[in-house]
Protein backbone atom coordinates (compact mmCIF):
# COMPACT_ATOMS: atom_id res chain seq x y z
CA UNK A 1 0.00 0.00 0.00
CA UNK A 2 0.78 3.47 -0.59
CA UNK A 3 1.25 6.06 1.99
CA UNK A 4 -1.89 6.65 4.55
CA UNK A 5 -2.10 10.24 2.92
CA UNK A 6 -2.52 8.85 -0.01
CA UNK A 7 -5.12 6.41 0.62
CA UNK A 8 -6.66 9.25 2.91
CA UNK A 9 -6.72 11.12 -0.55
CA UNK A 10 -7.83 8.48 -2.71
CA UNK A 11 -10.74 7.73 -0.35
CA UNK A 12 -12.00 11.24 -0.49
CA UNK A 13 -11.90 11.17 -4.05
CA UNK A 14 -12.89 8.09 -4.95
CA UNK A 15 -15.65 7.62 -2.71
CA UNK A 16 -16.78 11.52 -1.48
CA UNK A 17 -19.22 11.81 -4.34
CA UNK A 18 -22.07 9.13 -4.32
CA UNK A 19 -22.87 10.01 -8.51
CA UNK A 20 -24.43 8.11 -11.26
CA UNK A 21 -21.39 7.25 -13.66
CA UNK A 22 -21.82 8.66 -17.51
CA UNK A 23 -18.07 8.76 -18.76
CA UNK A 24 -16.12 6.05 -19.42
CA UNK A 25 -12.25 6.10 -18.87
CA UNK A 26 -10.40 2.94 -20.85
CA UNK A 27 -6.83 2.03 -20.20
CA UNK A 28 -4.57 -0.24 -22.12
CA UNK A 29 -1.07 -1.62 -21.98
CA UNK A 30 1.27 -1.38 -24.72
CA UNK A 31 4.52 -2.63 -26.02
CA UNK A 32 6.41 0.31 -27.41
CA UNK A 33 9.96 -1.74 -28.86
CA UNK A 34 8.01 -3.61 -31.28
CA UNK A 35 6.96 -7.45 -31.10
CA UNK A 36 9.60 -9.74 -31.59
CA UNK A 37 10.43 -12.25 -28.62
CA UNK A 38 12.97 -12.22 -26.18
CA UNK A 39 15.30 -13.97 -24.52
CA UNK A 40 15.26 -14.43 -20.63
CA UNK A 41 17.13 -11.65 -19.32
CA UNK A 42 16.20 -9.72 -21.98
CA UNK A 43 14.26 -6.34 -21.65
CA UNK A 44 10.63 -5.07 -22.86
CA UNK A 45 9.61 -1.32 -22.77
CA UNK A 46 5.71 0.07 -22.51
CA UNK A 47 3.67 2.21 -21.50
CA UNK A 48 0.27 2.69 -20.02
CA UNK A 49 -2.06 4.69 -21.50
CA UNK A 50 -5.99 5.72 -20.72
CA UNK A 51 -8.39 8.21 -21.95
CA UNK A 52 -11.75 9.49 -21.44
CA UNK A 53 -14.09 8.67 -23.66
CA UNK A 54 -16.28 11.83 -23.59
CA UNK A 55 -14.82 15.30 -23.55
CA UNK A 56 -17.80 16.92 -21.71
CA UNK A 57 -16.02 17.28 -18.66
CA UNK A 58 -12.92 18.32 -17.05
CA UNK A 59 -10.30 15.78 -17.40
CA UNK A 60 -8.92 13.25 -14.73
CA UNK A 61 -8.50 14.49 -11.28
CA UNK A 62 -7.62 10.73 -10.20
CA UNK A 63 -6.81 7.17 -11.21
CA UNK A 64 -5.45 4.11 -9.86
CA UNK A 65 -4.74 0.47 -11.00
CA UNK A 66 -3.15 -2.68 -10.57
CA UNK A 67 -0.58 -4.98 -12.30
CA UNK A 68 0.16 -8.21 -12.68
CA UNK A 69 2.18 -10.93 -14.98
CA UNK A 70 0.54 -13.92 -16.28
CA UNK A 71 2.78 -16.68 -17.33
CA UNK A 72 4.44 -19.93 -17.17
CA UNK A 73 6.74 -18.67 -14.68
CA UNK A 74 5.91 -15.90 -11.84
CA UNK A 75 7.92 -12.81 -12.17
CA UNK A 76 7.99 -10.22 -9.03
CA UNK A 77 6.94 -6.93 -10.85
CA UNK A 78 8.67 -4.96 -8.05
CA UNK A 79 12.06 -5.90 -9.08
CA UNK A 80 11.52 -6.82 -12.74
CA UNK A 81 9.95 -3.36 -13.70
CA UNK A 82 11.93 -0.07 -13.13
CA UNK A 83 10.28 3.30 -14.63
CA UNK A 84 12.79 5.80 -15.95
CA UNK A 85 13.85 8.69 -13.86
CA UNK A 86 12.34 12.06 -14.13
CA UNK A 87 9.50 10.88 -16.67
CA UNK A 88 6.06 12.83 -15.58
CA UNK A 89 3.29 11.66 -16.19
CA UNK A 90 0.57 14.12 -17.89
CA UNK A 91 -0.21 16.88 -14.97
CA UNK A 92 -0.48 14.67 -12.36
CA UNK A 93 3.20 15.25 -10.58
CA UNK A 94 4.26 17.56 -7.90
CA UNK A 95 3.81 20.16 -6.82
CA UNK A 96 -0.58 18.96 -8.95
CA UNK A 97 -0.56 15.90 -7.73
CA UNK A 98 -0.31 13.57 -4.95
CA UNK A 99 1.69 10.64 -6.55
CA UNK A 100 5.16 10.66 -6.02
CA UNK A 101 6.71 8.47 -8.13
CA UNK A 102 3.64 6.23 -9.62
CA UNK A 103 6.17 3.01 -9.74
CA UNK A 104 3.48 0.99 -6.98
CA UNK A 105 4.01 -0.84 -4.28
CA UNK A 106 5.10 -4.66 -4.13
CA UNK A 107 3.14 -7.29 -2.88
CA UNK A 108 3.97 -10.63 -3.60
CA UNK A 109 4.44 -10.82 -7.38
CA UNK A 110 2.35 -7.52 -8.25
CA UNK A 111 2.69 -3.96 -8.17
CA UNK A 112 -0.25 -2.97 -6.56
CA UNK A 113 -1.97 0.98 -6.40
CA UNK A 114 -0.10 2.49 -9.26
CA UNK A 115 -1.44 5.64 -10.04
CA UNK A 116 -2.36 9.14 -8.90
CA UNK A 117 -4.59 12.42 -8.92
CA UNK A 118 -4.01 16.25 -8.37
CA UNK A 119 -5.55 18.75 -5.72
CA UNK A 120 -9.40 19.09 -6.53
CA UNK A 121 -10.13 19.04 -3.20
CA UNK A 122 -9.18 22.48 -2.12
CA UNK A 123 -7.10 20.85 1.10
CA UNK A 124 -4.41 22.98 2.69
CA UNK A 125 -1.98 20.31 3.54
CA UNK A 126 -3.14 19.81 6.88
CA UNK A 127 -4.00 16.51 9.03
CA UNK A 128 -5.45 14.05 7.80
CA UNK A 129 -4.49 15.07 4.17
CA UNK A 130 -0.80 14.42 2.68
CA UNK A 131 1.36 17.84 3.31
CA UNK A 132 0.49 18.56 -1.04
CA UNK A 133 -1.05 18.64 -3.07
CA UNK A 134 -0.76 22.70 -3.35
CA UNK A 135 -0.49 23.45 -6.81
CA UNK A 136 -3.02 24.43 -9.85
CA UNK A 137 -5.32 21.90 -11.04
CA UNK A 138 -5.21 20.81 -14.75
CA UNK A 139 -7.63 20.94 -16.56
CA UNK A 140 -8.40 18.07 -19.67
CA UNK A 141 -6.40 15.40 -18.39
CA UNK A 142 -7.09 12.01 -20.41
CA UNK A 143 -8.83 14.31 -23.09
CA UNK A 144 -7.68 13.68 -26.81
CA UNK A 145 -6.33 10.51 -29.02
CA UNK A 146 -3.54 10.00 -27.03
CA UNK A 147 -4.85 10.56 -23.55
CA UNK A 148 -2.73 10.71 -20.64
CA UNK A 149 0.04 8.41 -20.48
CA UNK A 150 -0.09 6.41 -16.75
CA UNK A 151 3.10 4.50 -16.64
CA UNK A 152 5.96 4.44 -18.54
CA UNK A 153 8.79 1.67 -18.53
CA UNK A 154 11.72 2.65 -21.62
CA UNK A 155 13.87 2.82 -22.94
CA UNK A 156 15.61 -0.55 -21.85
CA UNK A 157 19.17 1.06 -23.28
CA UNK A 158 19.57 3.19 -20.06
CA UNK A 159 18.00 0.18 -17.70
CA UNK A 160 14.04 0.87 -17.44
CA UNK A 161 12.14 -1.40 -18.37
CA UNK A 162 10.24 -4.71 -17.21
CA UNK A 163 13.73 -7.24 -17.27
CA UNK A 164 12.56 -10.82 -17.57
CA UNK A 165 14.72 -12.58 -14.62
CA UNK A 166 17.03 -15.63 -16.16
CA UNK A 167 16.08 -18.80 -15.33
CA UNK A 168 12.24 -18.27 -16.57
CA UNK A 169 10.52 -20.22 -18.54
CA UNK A 170 10.11 -19.93 -22.25
CA UNK A 171 6.54 -18.99 -23.45
CA UNK A 172 3.75 -16.37 -23.79
CA UNK A 173 3.46 -13.98 -21.03
CA UNK A 174 0.72 -11.18 -20.24
CA UNK A 175 1.01 -8.14 -18.49
CA UNK A 176 -2.75 -6.91 -17.70
CA UNK A 177 -4.68 -4.74 -14.75
CA UNK A 178 -5.46 -6.61 -12.16
CA UNK A 179 -9.38 -7.43 -12.64
CA UNK A 180 -11.64 -5.11 -10.51
CA UNK A 181 -8.38 -2.98 -9.67
CA UNK A 182 -8.88 0.01 -11.65
CA UNK A 183 -10.64 3.29 -10.18
CA UNK A 184 -10.65 6.61 -11.87
CA UNK A 185 -12.75 10.46 -11.10
CA UNK A 186 -13.07 13.14 -13.45
CA UNK A 187 -13.95 16.35 -13.15
CA UNK A 188 -17.23 16.86 -13.27
CA UNK A 189 -17.15 20.70 -13.34
CA UNK A 190 -15.43 23.81 -11.44
CA UNK A 191 -16.21 27.47 -10.65
CA UNK A 192 -12.54 29.38 -11.71
CA UNK A 193 -13.73 32.06 -9.43
CA UNK A 194 -14.01 29.83 -6.17
CA UNK A 195 -11.68 27.28 -7.29
CA UNK A 196 -13.97 24.79 -6.25
CA UNK A 197 -14.61 21.54 -8.36
CA UNK A 198 -17.04 18.77 -8.57
CA UNK A 199 -15.54 15.52 -8.80
CA UNK A 200 -17.57 12.01 -9.78
CA UNK A 201 -16.15 8.69 -10.50
CA UNK A 202 -16.29 7.16 -14.08
CA UNK A 203 -16.88 3.49 -15.96
CA UNK A 204 -13.62 1.95 -16.35
CA UNK A 205 -12.47 -0.52 -18.91
CA UNK A 206 -9.44 -2.48 -18.51
CA UNK A 207 -8.64 -2.40 -22.26
CA UNK A 208 -5.29 -4.12 -23.78
CA UNK A 209 -3.26 -5.99 -22.17
CA UNK A 210 0.54 -6.55 -23.30
CA UNK A 211 1.65 -9.68 -24.49
CA UNK A 212 5.44 -11.10 -24.88
CA UNK A 213 7.07 -14.41 -25.66
CA UNK A 214 10.16 -15.57 -23.70
CA UNK A 215 11.86 -18.25 -26.12
CA UNK A 216 15.85 -18.99 -26.93
CA UNK A 217 14.70 -19.21 -30.90
CA UNK A 218 15.39 -15.18 -30.72
CA UNK A 219 19.52 -15.90 -30.65
CA UNK A 220 19.28 -17.00 -34.25
CA UNK A 221 21.89 -14.85 -36.02
CA UNK A 222 20.64 -11.60 -38.39
CA UNK A 223 19.43 -12.35 -41.88
CA UNK A 224 22.18 -11.86 -44.51
CA UNK A 225 21.85 -12.21 -48.74
CA UNK A 226 24.13 -15.83 -49.83
CA UNK A 227 26.13 -14.08 -52.53
CA UNK A 228 26.30 -17.36 -54.27
CA UNK A 229 24.83 -19.42 -57.40
CA UNK A 230 21.45 -19.37 -55.34
CA UNK A 231 21.29 -15.66 -55.93
CA UNK A 232 20.46 -14.52 -59.17
CA UNK A 233 21.99 -12.20 -61.05
CA UNK A 234 24.57 -12.24 -58.68
CA UNK A 235 26.37 -8.73 -57.00
CA UNK A 236 28.56 -7.27 -59.25
CA UNK A 237 27.01 -8.57 -62.62
CA UNK A 238 27.41 -7.32 -65.55
CA UNK A 239 24.41 -8.15 -68.06
CA UNK A 240 26.35 -8.23 -71.39
CA UNK A 241 23.09 -9.50 -73.34
CA UNK A 242 21.16 -7.14 -76.17
CA UNK A 243 19.58 -4.38 -74.89
CA UNK A 244 16.70 -4.39 -78.06
CA UNK A 245 14.12 -6.69 -80.21
CA UNK A 246 13.35 -4.36 -82.82
CA UNK A 247 16.18 -2.27 -82.60
CA UNK A 248 13.88 1.02 -80.57
CA UNK A 249 12.54 0.04 -77.86
CA UNK A 250 14.69 -1.03 -74.83
CA UNK A 251 12.38 -4.12 -73.72
CA UNK A 252 15.16 -6.50 -73.02
CA UNK A 253 17.47 -6.30 -69.93
CA UNK A 254 17.09 -7.84 -66.25
CA UNK A 255 13.42 -7.07 -64.47
CA UNK A 256 13.76 -10.57 -62.17
CA UNK A 257 16.01 -10.35 -59.50
CA UNK A 258 16.09 -13.97 -57.13
CA UNK A 259 17.68 -13.52 -53.44
CA UNK A 260 18.51 -16.44 -51.20
CA UNK A 261 18.99 -15.84 -47.64
CA UNK A 262 20.73 -17.15 -44.58
CA UNK A 263 17.71 -17.33 -42.23
CA UNK A 264 13.63 -17.47 -43.48
CA UNK A 265 12.71 -13.39 -43.84
CA UNK A 266 9.59 -11.79 -42.87
CA UNK A 267 8.18 -8.45 -41.95
CA UNK A 268 9.40 -6.55 -38.58
CA UNK A 269 6.98 -8.47 -36.52
CA UNK A 270 8.83 -11.76 -37.69
CA UNK A 271 5.30 -13.84 -38.82
CA UNK A 272 3.87 -11.63 -41.82
CA UNK A 273 5.36 -12.50 -45.22
CA UNK A 274 7.55 -9.69 -46.61
CA UNK A 275 6.45 -7.76 -50.07
CA UNK A 276 6.89 -4.98 -51.81
CA UNK A 277 7.59 -2.59 -49.23
CA UNK A 278 10.70 -4.79 -47.99
CA UNK A 279 12.80 -3.95 -50.91
CA UNK A 280 14.06 -0.88 -52.33
CA UNK A 281 16.29 -0.15 -55.45
CA UNK A 282 18.22 2.81 -56.18
CA UNK A 283 20.51 3.61 -59.54
CA UNK A 284 24.02 5.84 -59.81
CA UNK A 285 23.70 8.75 -62.26
CA UNK A 286 20.74 10.70 -60.36
CA UNK A 287 18.49 9.17 -62.74
CA UNK A 288 14.73 6.91 -61.95
CA UNK A 289 15.50 3.89 -61.04
CA UNK A 290 12.64 1.43 -61.30
CA UNK A 291 9.94 0.40 -58.77
CA UNK A 292 9.57 -3.08 -56.90
CA UNK A 293 6.14 -4.59 -58.98
CA UNK A 294 5.97 -7.77 -56.70
CA UNK A 295 7.61 -9.55 -54.13
CA UNK A 296 7.27 -13.92 -53.94
CA UNK A 297 8.71 -16.51 -51.73
CA UNK A 298 10.14 -19.52 -54.23
CA UNK A 299 11.25 -22.59 -53.49
CA UNK A 300 8.94 -23.74 -51.11
CA UNK A 301 10.41 -22.17 -48.32
CA UNK A 302 10.68 -18.64 -46.95
CA UNK A 303 14.61 -17.97 -47.49
CA UNK A 304 14.15 -17.54 -51.05
CA UNK A 305 12.68 -14.54 -52.66
CA UNK A 306 11.85 -13.46 -56.46
CA UNK A 307 11.72 -9.62 -56.99
CA UNK A 308 10.25 -8.32 -60.10
CA UNK A 309 10.52 -4.79 -61.22
CA UNK A 310 8.19 -2.79 -63.53
CA UNK A 311 10.88 -2.24 -65.77
CA UNK A 312 14.25 -2.95 -66.97
CA UNK A 313 17.58 -2.11 -64.89
CA UNK A 314 19.08 1.28 -66.58
CA UNK A 315 21.40 0.62 -69.78
CA UNK A 316 25.39 1.73 -68.42
CA UNK A 317 24.23 2.59 -64.66
CA UNK A 318 24.34 0.44 -61.64
CA UNK A 319 21.34 -0.61 -59.89
CA UNK A 320 21.22 -1.57 -56.60
CA UNK A 321 18.42 -3.73 -55.18
CA UNK A 322 18.17 -3.62 -50.98
CA UNK A 323 16.36 -5.99 -48.70
CA UNK A 324 14.91 -4.40 -45.14
CA UNK A 325 13.72 -8.12 -44.01
CA UNK A 326 13.80 -9.60 -40.78
CA UNK A 327 13.91 -12.99 -39.24
CA UNK A 328 11.81 -14.84 -37.46
CA UNK A 329 12.70 -13.25 -34.06
CA UNK A 330 11.91 -9.56 -35.44
CA UNK A 331 16.02 -9.17 -35.95
CA UNK A 332 16.49 -7.24 -39.24
CA UNK A 333 19.32 -7.75 -41.81
CA UNK A 334 22.53 -7.01 -41.14
CA UNK A 335 23.14 -3.51 -42.99
CA UNK A 336 26.70 -1.73 -42.85
CA UNK A 337 25.12 0.57 -45.83
CA UNK A 338 27.67 1.29 -49.08
CA UNK A 339 31.13 -0.63 -48.46
CA UNK A 340 32.60 0.99 -51.98
CA UNK A 341 32.90 -1.23 -55.31
CA UNK A 342 33.83 -4.50 -55.10
CA UNK A 343 32.05 -5.12 -52.23
CA UNK A 344 28.86 -7.62 -51.68
CA UNK A 345 26.92 -6.18 -48.80
CA UNK A 346 24.95 -8.38 -46.40
CA UNK A 347 22.15 -6.34 -47.31
CA UNK A 348 22.14 -5.64 -51.16
CA UNK A 349 23.12 -6.84 -54.87
CA UNK A 350 24.64 -4.24 -56.82
CA UNK A 351 24.08 -5.37 -60.83
CA UNK A 352 24.26 -2.97 -64.50
CA UNK A 353 23.39 -3.24 -68.11
CA UNK A 354 26.05 -2.79 -70.94
CA UNK A 355 25.38 -4.75 -74.15
CA UNK A 356 28.73 -6.61 -75.48
CA UNK A 357 30.81 -6.69 -71.91
CA UNK A 358 30.91 -10.52 -71.99
CA UNK A 359 34.36 -10.31 -70.05
CA UNK A 360 32.43 -8.12 -67.01
CA UNK A 361 35.74 -5.22 -67.60
CA UNK A 362 33.19 -2.53 -67.53
CA UNK A 363 34.08 -1.98 -70.79
CA UNK A 364 33.44 -2.86 -74.42
CA UNK A 365 36.32 -3.60 -76.28
CA UNK A 366 37.75 -6.88 -78.52
CA UNK A 367 38.83 -8.78 -75.56
CA UNK A 368 35.01 -9.89 -74.98
CA UNK A 369 35.35 -11.39 -78.36
CA UNK A 370 37.69 -13.40 -77.02
CA UNK A 371 35.92 -14.25 -73.67
CA UNK A 372 32.86 -15.22 -76.07
CA UNK A 373 35.19 -17.44 -78.26
CA UNK A 374 36.44 -19.01 -74.66
CA UNK A 375 33.30 -20.33 -73.44
CA UNK A 376 31.00 -21.20 -76.69
CA UNK A 377 34.54 -23.83 -77.24
CA UNK A 378 35.74 -24.51 -73.73
CA UNK A 379 32.75 -23.35 -71.36
CA UNK A 380 35.72 -20.86 -69.44
CA UNK A 381 33.47 -18.44 -67.53
CA UNK A 382 34.97 -15.16 -67.56
CA UNK A 383 37.63 -14.37 -64.67
CA UNK A 384 35.86 -11.73 -63.34
CA UNK A 385 32.31 -13.09 -63.75
CA UNK A 386 30.26 -14.03 -60.39
CA UNK A 387 27.15 -16.24 -62.30
CA UNK A 388 27.05 -19.59 -61.55
CA UNK A 389 25.02 -19.78 -65.25
CA UNK A 390 27.35 -19.39 -67.91
CA UNK A 391 24.69 -18.87 -70.41
CA UNK A 392 24.20 -15.46 -68.91
CA UNK A 393 27.67 -14.06 -70.69
CA UNK A 394 26.72 -15.56 -74.37
CA UNK A 395 23.06 -15.51 -74.71
CA UNK A 396 22.85 -12.19 -76.64
CA UNK A 397 19.20 -13.16 -78.09
CA UNK A 398 17.90 -14.22 -74.68
CA UNK A 399 16.53 -17.37 -76.18
CA UNK A 400 17.53 -18.87 -72.89
CA UNK A 401 20.63 -21.05 -74.98
CA UNK A 402 24.14 -20.39 -76.00
CA UNK A 403 24.27 -21.16 -79.96
CA UNK A 404 25.29 -19.93 -83.62
CA UNK A 405 23.01 -16.97 -83.82
CA UNK A 406 24.20 -15.35 -80.21
CA UNK A 407 27.80 -14.64 -82.42
CA UNK A 408 25.00 -12.84 -84.86
CA UNK A 409 23.67 -10.89 -82.24
CA UNK A 410 26.53 -9.92 -80.39
CA UNK A 411 28.37 -8.55 -83.78
CA UNK A 412 24.64 -6.70 -84.31
CA UNK A 413 25.19 -5.37 -81.30
CA UNK A 414 29.39 -4.14 -81.65
CA UNK A 415 28.33 -2.36 -84.87
CA UNK A 416 24.66 -1.16 -84.59
CA UNK A 417 22.94 -3.31 -86.41
CA UNK A 418 19.57 -3.91 -86.07
CA UNK A 419 18.03 -4.98 -83.45
CA UNK A 420 20.88 -3.02 -81.75
CA UNK A 421 20.31 0.62 -80.72
CA UNK A 422 23.57 1.60 -81.02
CA UNK A 423 26.81 0.70 -81.66
CA UNK A 424 28.36 -0.54 -78.63
CA UNK A 425 31.87 -1.16 -79.46
CA UNK A 426 34.47 0.84 -77.17
CA UNK A 427 31.32 2.03 -74.39
CA UNK A 428 31.75 2.01 -70.74
CA UNK A 429 29.11 1.89 -67.47
CA UNK A 430 29.32 5.67 -66.77
CA UNK A 431 30.36 5.19 -62.52
CA UNK A 432 32.16 2.64 -60.85
CA UNK A 433 30.18 -0.37 -58.81
CA UNK A 434 28.77 1.15 -55.60
Known sequence: ??????????????????????????????????????EAGGCVEFEIRGHLTDTANEGLAFFAFDLELVGP??????????MGEDVSVTSFSQPQGYSVDFTGT??????IQLGGGQNTIGNPGTDPFPPFPNGAVALGVGH?????????????????GLTVPVGVADGDYTLQIRPSS?????????????????????????????????????VTPAPEIVHDADTSPCSGHIDPRGESSNGVDLDLGITTFTIKFTTDVFQSDGTSPVDASNFSVGETGGGAAPSVASVSYVGG???????????????????????????????????SGDQGAGVNETDRIDVTHLPTDINQGGTSDPFDVIAFRQFVNNGTVPANGCSANGVDYVDMNHNGAS???????????????TPSTRAWASTSINNTRP
Do not use: H
Not at 73 to 82: F, K, Q, R
Not at 149 to 154: C, K, N, P, S, T
Open 1 to 38: MKASGFLTAALALGFGTVAMAQDTFTVDINRTDGSAPI
Open 73 to 82: STVNLGTAII
Open 106 to 111: AVGDDL
Open 144 to 160: GVDGVRMYEAAPCDFGF
Open 182 to 218: LFANQITSFDDVAETYVVDPVNVVIGNPMAFTVGADC
Open 301 to 335: GMDTVEIVLDNNITLQEWTTLVADVYNDCGVAITS
Open 403 to 417: DPFDLIRLRQSINGV
